[in-house]
Nanobody, 124 residues
Framework: QVQLVESGGGSVQAGGSLRLSCVVS?????????VGWFRQAPGKEREGVAS???????TYADSVKGRFTISQDNAKDTLYLEMNSLKPEDTAMYYC?????????????????WGQGTRVTVSS
């Protein structure tokens, strides 16, 4: 049973920073080839934010390039999303995601496993 547990969300003012973390478990001896982050703002559809493919390729949504950084610590089975220069439009529920055979595509990856999400609120 794949499990993704996020933490690190919160409320910040515009221009501030947050770091999200996600512990990935349940893949037994084989790590997922793709991991990443999606978000869903109120009244909007879920959108891909950043991902790391199995070959190390990193993809960012245009809206976060230069501000967000995705990284992973394989020794800790943990995925991170460092978010800087936050804007009110970054307000959303952020979900940690991992690859599956079917689901939502972002970059070269298909994501079908989702965490429960962590809320990020950016005030102006």
């Amino acid at each position: 049973q794949v499990q993704l547990v996020e933490s690190g969300g919160g409320s910040v003012q515009a221009g501030g920073s947050l770091r999200l973390s996600c512990v990935v478990s349940g893949y037994n001896s084989k790590r997922p080839g793709c991991v990443g982050w999606f978000r869903q703002a109120p009244g909007k559809e879920r959108e891909g934010v950043a991902s790391i493919a199995g070959d190390g390729t990193i993809t960012y949504a245009d809206s976060v390039k230069g501000r967000f950084t995705i990284s992973q610590d394989n020794a800790k089975d943990t995925l991170y999303l460092e978010m800087n220069s936050l804007k009110p439009e970054d307000t959303a529920m952020y979900y940690c995601v991992a690859e599956a055979s079917f689901g939502n595509r972002f970059g070269a990856c298909i994501f079908g496993y989702w965490g429960q999400g962590t809320r990020v609120t950016v005030s102006s």
